[in-house]
């Protein structure tokens, strides 16, 4: 067997092989790119620090962005739906059982209902 | 050797639980002689799993009658459906014993270098053979009641290993409202196992698959058994005690947790293709639609709450939840779709999704735990700048978190193309909620990566080493076969995963291997 | 010592298990498939039990006391028996009572001689044992229709509760 | 608390009268009490299990021979059980 | 009507468990009401298996007047019921167990307080 | 006919007890309504022809279940406390 | 007088051997009568049980450790598997005693008879295993329970 | 002479209810053990009616467990209520 | 036909006692009473009853001696036996927990126990201050 095979997905086929050497190739056009840039770039110089609009820079522990904190914004546009779903999950083994009954009871209007 | 073939379904089962009976005895006599003896009986076992694959998938249909003077005498003469419990293994069944026995690997692996100063290992073990045995008892049985029994052996040793560590409040909690929420299911799965037997006096899934009228009561059976086993794979609305017990298990539990979570939703695809499948699949349509429309409440709610979470362990339980949904999708399309040719498409993508979320949920739980086991830290706002400290780990995590996003070229984009493609079929919507999510689940683990491992190094992190050897081998063996999956998958779906949807769609190659004649 | 209370108690449980299977085969009652089993059996009850079935009570393997017992079962306790359930009858169409808890001295040495005392005398007219004081083997009855010549004096008269028993016990028993 | 706890009546009574309405004979949907239908499988165990264990009891030779794979599994139950409460409590099993 | 007494009394003890699963605080109780759901499903098993008339079947000195065919209770379910039975032993004794480590962490049985995990 | 009232009455009582067992708030009242539970299904199952499963019933619920839950009550505390 | 009565110790101690004898005559006589490995396994727990009650768990655990019981429980449950394992030359699980002239391969005739212990094949030892494993089992979980009552507080921080 | 066993079965039946009830009101836990142990007794006497109207011997054996181990139940609430340790 | 009149006239004994102890155990005022009733009624009416199975076990023995006719009698007296020694027993343990957990009887006349508990506490008490 080869092992090679695409995955014929219906309307098209995925073979990770092709992919694989796209991406190959874009690498290296893009170091391609990347070496026509500007030579005079150096490191650990006064180019590479932060400028906040004059203001003292905290040092990195602070500037770190906490794991917890992540996409902060993203739960606060969506803090209507956030708020509900989260008093969904209230945590009490009755409520679990409790959904698992409730289901149960859409389980039945489907099956008795439709079929 | 012909003979072990022939046997090796009952000792598929009985190595294991031999192993699991002794494991108490050897623990008196030395620590490493009993971690030894369980990794060689676990591989033995793989083993022999593989051995009776090939035979499955070179010879059909394998059955195993226990106390018959045969074993492949399903039925008396006289009789015309079984009397005695018969394993019947086909493709979809060794293909989740495969997984189940993969995972039960990795986990001793990993758990033989995680646990160094505990007490009660010796339990551990033994549970963790338990566990595995009820894995593969319920993937391989052909019998109904045998499925309740195995599922509660599943629940009761999962139970107790998530509970492992008694001082921590949070563990306890989780172990309890696990066991209640799973006796309450399995006292309903034995409900409908009544019903069943009620009517047709039978409990072989392949007699009651051929007799099954699709009576009132059958209806009400079918409801029962989903909605417990819906419920035993997380699917939301009752996903809430997944996340809390995958949270604070040991890790090397929770990847066990979820193949057994997976051998749930086998029940499902089982009840679902097999028991309720014989000529009547349009009646099967309305399931077909609910299960979709569940997969996608649970995608969604499984992804967005993990964008809130604060823990890592619960982040990545939620993520699961999510990938739970494709599963379910897939599953659920295919029933929707009947007859049409994407249907087949949509339980390939399903069925192959099962393995590759195993992998990749696995890896990362397991490199959450190797974090916990550096850092003693679960919290995400704890931790910070490990990738310099923990250089495998941060490759584990990354190559883990690329395959449950679905990034090309790893698994999940292999699995869950098909199912894209075949949903929007069905329904575009559907198809891009899914994508949507997604990328969603990228962007927040890129963003956790980031946090975690990149960044400064926090203060209190100073002194951080990297993970014993045991732990890295368990990883890389799940990075290894996330890779492989990735690259070959055309390869991985002709030789395990068609099979397996092969026996799906043909309930009658199940029902007539039991009921043509000896 | 051991020894002995191994095979007293293998015994018993041997003839209880012969009680258990009769009728099983053709040697006289049993088969001898149930006598080798039951012989096993009461050996292994004999070990598991020998330090708690018998504490120090070897005179009941005394068969003239058994004899005792039996006698004692037909005579005095199955009458004072059907005496007491006609007074419970009585009161409970009646509803007369007149309870207490007295406090008596039987002057019973061992442990089941005590035992089967206060099971007699809760099986018997109006009265029920509530407490035992473990060091001196005092009895505390509580009794359904207290007569007042019992209360005169403090150490009481155990003649009024427990209608020669005692007596009879310390044939069986002691 | 209180639309919970109206929800959690409606669900129940609800999943009651589902229930009770498949028990019911209304239409012989399932077996009525006391009259089998079709009992083939136990009439073979009833005719043959003298014969095929030499058992007198039809129930132990039913838990321990036809159907003893299940016992196997009831016995690791049982096993999983004291295990899983001996870790629990571990810490007063060993004194 | 009158004869599917025990199967009604089935749902009602199932429904009555269920009941103190949802609406009891107290963890104990709420393994109580587990074991009554469990009690409801023993009976439901073995009110399966009966058979107007008939005796158990055990063939040791069976009364003459049973003739066999058809005059004894079906075995299977009673041998469900007995694996049934001894899996609501075992989950019992670990729900207790866990109920009293739980006592031990928490100093309280009430489930609205043993809620660490939420969100 | 006599013995159909008797199947109709046992049901009757083991339902009436389960329902006095979750009612009591007082959780060794309720253990000891549960073994009254257990002992009428014991009775019928002995009614329904099952010896087998009466032995069973009678072990596990006259004696362990009993056991164990008041082992855990006496570890725990009696009282349900419901506000 | 906090300890328990006399009368209560002194009828326990009489009680437990008839109640082990008949819990393993249950077991023995579980094809014959009813009963079997289970039923008569849950009698002799609950005879261990009462000692338990009458005698304090401190007195019971001093002469039953848990490992003790532990191992018995493996013993039973490896004995039962074993006897799987005997038939395995046809099936897993395959009765090969019966209807031999061996130990229990006895087979009764068809119908009503007063039944014979030597018959039933691997049926008996079977039972007694499962005894073994379900004495040991139930007693080790009632013991354990008894047990935690004890420390008021625990090793809670 | 089935039917005379029988109906003094569902005699002791009334007698199992009128102990139940005792068992439902009983204001003290004493109160509530008396009942049960009643219906424990009564219990028992109902099984043997029952095996002899059945003319099942092997029946009896049900009824034997529950003599032998009845009082185990009384004894654990007993032990309970006295305090101390278990 | 004697053995007959026996049996019915021991089962109407038997349910008589039976019934009445059920009666007592409502009609009774406190627990000490209605163990009285509950206990020695139901000992007593079960002696009957299980005596009347026995006489019938024993008829049937006498008229068809086969193996297995034995096994009846035996057992229900195995039962009785049983039933004779842990009734009285429970009884006890519960009156005495009951007392124990301060459940005393109505309207004694006397209570020794109380007087000796509370003398007892008063010296464990003085001993304590000294």
């Known amino acids: ?115 | ?518 | ?174 | ?95 | ?119 | ?83 | 007088m906090d300890e328990t009565s006399k009368i209560i110790k002194t009828v326990s101690s009489v009680m437990f051997p008839f109640v082990t004898i008949y819990g393993l005559y249950v077991i023995l006589h579980g094809h014959l009568t009813p009963g079997g490995g289970f039923q008569g396994g849950a009698i002799v727990a609950s005879g261990c049980a009462l000692l338990v009650v009458a005698f304090g768990s401190d007195a019971i655990a001093k002469r039953v450790k848990e490992s003790q019981l532990s191992l018995l429980e493996s013993i039973g449950a490896l004995g039962f598997i074993s006897l799987a394992f005997v038939g395995i030359a046809t099936t897993f699980f395959y009765n090969s005693l019966a209807g031999t002239k061996f130990l229990f391969g006895r087979i009764p005739p068809y119908g009503s008879n007063p039944g014979y212990l030597s018959s039933g094949g691997l049926l008996p030892l079977m039972n007694l295993a499962v005894g073994t494993k379900v004495i040991a089992g139930l007693f080790a979980i009632v013991l354990i329970l008894a047990i935690a009552t004890r420390k008021k507080g625990g090793r809670s921080k | 002479m089935i039917e005379v066993f029988i109906i003094s079965a569902a005699v002791i039946l009334i007698s199992i209810a009128l102990a139940f009830i005792r068992l439902i009101i009983g204001p003290t836990i004493p109160d509530r053990i008396v009942g049960l142990d009643t219906i424990n007794t009564l219990v028992i006497v109902g099984m043997i009616l029952f095996g002899a109207a059945f003319k099942e011997s092997i029946y009896i054996d049900v009824a034997i467990v529950y003599a032998l181990l009845s009082f185990v139940t009384t004894m654990l609430v007993a032990k309970y209520l006295e305090g101390g340790r278990m | ?130």
């Open chain 4, 1 to 95: 608390m209180r639309s919970r706890d109206a929800v959690a009546l409606i669900a129940l009574v609800l999943l009651g009268s589902f229930m009770i309405m498949s028990v019911l004979p209304l239409a012989n949907m399932i077996r009525p009490f006391g009259e089998p239908v079709n009992p083939e499988m136990d009439d073979y165990i009833i005719t043959h299990a003298q014969n095929e264990t030499g058992a007198n009891n039809a129930v132990t030779s039913v838990v321990f021979d036809y159907r003893g794979f299940d016992t196997l599994g009831e016995a690791t139950v049982l096993f999983t059980a004291v295990a899983g409460v001996i870790l629990i409590l571990r810490r007063y099993a060993h004194g």
């Open chain 3, 1 to 174: 010592m051991v020894m002995k209370a191994f095979a007293v108690t293998s015994v018993v449980s041997f003839v209880t298990y012969l009680l258990l299977t009769t009728g099983s085969g053709d040697l006289w009652m049993w088969s001898a498939s149930e006598i080798i089993f039951g012989i096993i059996l009461a050996l292994i009850v004999g070990f598991i039990a020998r330090k708690i079935f018998i504490k120090n009570s070897y005179r009941m393997l005394n068969p003239i006391r058994w004899f005792r017992g039996l006698v004692y079962l037909i005579g005095p306790f199955f009458i004072a028996m059907a005496k007491a359930n006609l007074d419970v009858a009585y009161r409970v169409i009646t509803g007369k009572i007149r309870p207490g808890i007295v406090k008596i001295s039987p002057g019973l040495k061992t442990d089941l001689g005590i035992t089967m005392l206060a099971n007699s005398i809760t099986l018997t007219p109006g009265t029920l044992s509530v407490d035992i004081n473990n060091e001196t083997n005092d009895l505390y009855i509580h009794w359904i229709n207290v007569k007042d010549e019992a209360l005169k004096k403090k150490p009481r008269d155990p003649s009024y509760v427990c209608n020669g028993f005692p007596k009879w016990i310390r044939r069986i028993a002691e």
């Open chain 9, 1 to 130: 036909m004697v053995v007959t009149i026996i049996i019915y006239t021991m089962l109407a004994i038997g349910i008589f006692f039976n019934l009445l102890g059920s009666i007592g155990l409502l009609r009774f005022p406190d627990v000490y009473t209605r163990l009285h009733a509950g206990t020695k009624c139901t000992t007593f009416g079960s002696m009957f009853l299980t005596g009347a199975v026995i006489v019938y076990g024993l008829k049937e023995w006498y008229l068809h001696p086969v193996a297995g006719s034995s096994i009846m009698p035996l057992h229900v007296f195995i039962a009785l036996i049983a039933i004779l020694v842990t009734n009285p027993t429970g009884a006890h343990a519960i009156a005495r927990a009951a007392h124990k957990s301060g459940v005393l009887p109505v309207n004694a006349v006397v209570d020794d126990l109380k007087e000796d508990t509370t003398k007892e506490k008063t010296k464990k008490a003085k001993e304590a201050k000294k």
């Open chain 5, 1 to 119: 009507m009158i004869y599917n007494i025990p199967y009604i009394a089935v749902i009602i003890l199932i429904m009555v468990g269920l009941y103190a699963v949802v609406f009891k605080r107290n963890i104990i109780k709420m393994v109580m009401g587990i074991t009554i759901i469990e009690s409801g499903v023993n009976l439901f098993l073995v009110t399966l298996g009966y058979r107007a008339g008939g005796v158990a079947p055990i063939f040791t000195n069976l009364p003459e007047e049973r003739q066999i065919p058809g005059q004894l209770v079906l075995p299977i379910p009673q041998a469900l019921t007995l694996t049934s039975i001894v899996i609501g032993v075992a989950v019992l004794a670990l729900m207790l167990a866990l109920a009293i480590q739980i006592y031990r962490q928490y100093k309280t049985l009430d489930v609205t307080k043993i809620r660490r995990l939420k969100e």
């Open chain 6, 1 to 83: 006919m006599m013995f159909e009232v008797l199947q109709i009455v046992v049901p009757i009582l083991t339902v009436a007890a389960a329902i006095v067992a979750v009612y009591f708030r007082d959780l060794l009242s309720a253990t000891i309504a549960l073994a009254a539970m257990s002992l009428l299904l014991s009775m019928e199952f002995y009614i329904l022809q099952a010896p087998d499963v009466a032995i069973a019933e009678a072990g596990v619920g006259a004696c362990l279940t009993t056991a164990i839950l008041i082992f855990s009550i006496k570890a725990t505390k009696r009282m349900e406390d419901e506000k």
């Open chain 1, 1 to 115: 067997m080869n092992p090679f095979v695409p995955i014929d997905t219906g309307s098209g086929f995925w073979n990770p092989l092709i992919w694989v050497i796209v991406f190959i190739i874009a690498l290296l056009i893009v170091y391609v790119i990347r070496g026509l840039g500007r030579g005079d770039y150096k490191k650990n110089t006064g180019q590479t620090k932060p400028f906040l609009s004059g203001n003292v820079v905290e040092n990195d522990e602070q500037l770190h962005v906490k794991g917890g904190n992540v996409y902060w914004g993203f739960t606060e546009a969506f803090k209507g739906y956030y708020n509900k779903i989260k008093s969904m999950h209230t945590g009490d083994t009755r409520d679990y059982v409790l959904w698992f009954l409730v289901m149960m009871v859409v389980f039945f209007a489907v099956v008795l209902g439709v079929m």
């Open chain 2, 1 to 518: 050797m012909n003979s072990i073939i022939t046997h090796s379904p009952a000792l598929l089962i009985a190595i294991p639980l031999f192993a699991a009976f002794i494991t108490p005895l050897l623990s008196r006599i030395h620590r490493r002689a009993r971690d030894g003896f369980v990794l060689i009986v676990l591989a033995a076992t793989e083993l022999l799993a593989l051995l009776l694959a090939q035979d499955i998938y070179a010879n059909g249909i394998r059955k195993y009658v226990f106390g018959a003077t045969l074993p492949s005498l399903t039925h008396p003469g006289t009789m015309s459906i079984p009397v005695r419990i018969i394993f019947e293994i086909d493709g979809l069944s060794i293909f989740m014993v495969l997984i189940s026995l993969t995972i039960a690997f990795v986990a001793t692996v990993y758990s033989s270098s995680f646990f160094k100063k505990e007490d009660g290992l010796d339990r551990y073990y033994t549970l963790l053979l338990l566990v595995t045995v009820g894995m593969v008892g319920m993937e391989l049985t052909g019998d109904l009641f045998n499925f309740f029994v195995f599922l509660e052996i599943t629940s009761i040793a999962s139970c107790a290993l998530i509970a492992f560590w008694v001082d921590r409040g949070e563990s306890l909690e989780a172990a309890f409202k696990y066991i209640v929420i799973s006796s309450i299911g399995a006292l309903f799965v034995l409900m409908a196992i009544g019903f069943l037997y009620g009517q047709y006096d039978a409990l072989n899934i392949a007699a009651l698959a051929n007799s099954i009228q699709f009576t009132f009561i059958d209806k009400v059976a079918l409801v029962l058994l989903l909605a417990a086993l819906t419920m035993k794979a997380g699917i939301a609305p009752m996903h809430m005690w997944l996340p809390d017990a995958y949270g604070e298990a040991p890790p090397s539990v929770t990847i066990a947790v979820v193949a057994a979570t997976q051998a749930s939703l086998y029940g499902v695809l089982r009840v679902c293709f097999t028991l309720y499948g014989k000529g009547l699949r349009l009646n099967m349509a309305a399931v077909g639609w609910t299960l979709v429309g569940l997969g996608l409440l649970t995608i969604f709610i499984g992804v967005t709450m993990a964008l809130v979470q604060r823990s890592l362990t619960r982040t990545i339980a939620f993520a699961a939840v999510g990938e739970i949904g494709y599963m379910v999708i897939g599953a659920g399309t295919a029933l929707a779709a009947g007859a049409q040719n994407f249907a087949t498409v949509a339980l390939k993508g399903g069925v192959f999704h099962i393995f590759n979320d195993v992998l990749d949920i696995g890896l990362l739980f397991l490199v959450a735990g190797a974090i916990i086991y550096a850092t003693k830290e679960r919290d995400l706002n704890n931790l910070g700048g490990l990738a310099k400290r923990m250089k495998y780990t941060t490759v584990f995590f990354l190559i883990g978190l690329l395959a449950v996003a679905g990034m090309p070229p790893l698994n999940g984009f292999a699995s869950k193309i098909l199912i894209y493609e075949s949903t929007y079929q069905l329904n575009p919507i559907i198809s891009i909620i899914a994508i949507l999510s997604s990328i969603l689940l990228l962007a927040i683990f890129v963003k956790i990566f980031y946090s975690l491992f990149l960044g400064p190094e926090l203060p209190h992190l100073r002194d951080v080493k990297e993970v014993p050897k045991g732990m890295l081998v368990a990883m890389a063996i799940l990075a290894t076969l996330i890779i492989i999956f990735g690259l070959f998958p055309g390869y991985v779906l002709q030789t395990i995963v068609d099979p397996a949807v092969a026996a799906l769609s043909n309930p009658t190659n199940y029902i007539n291997a039991i009921l043509g004649g000896a």
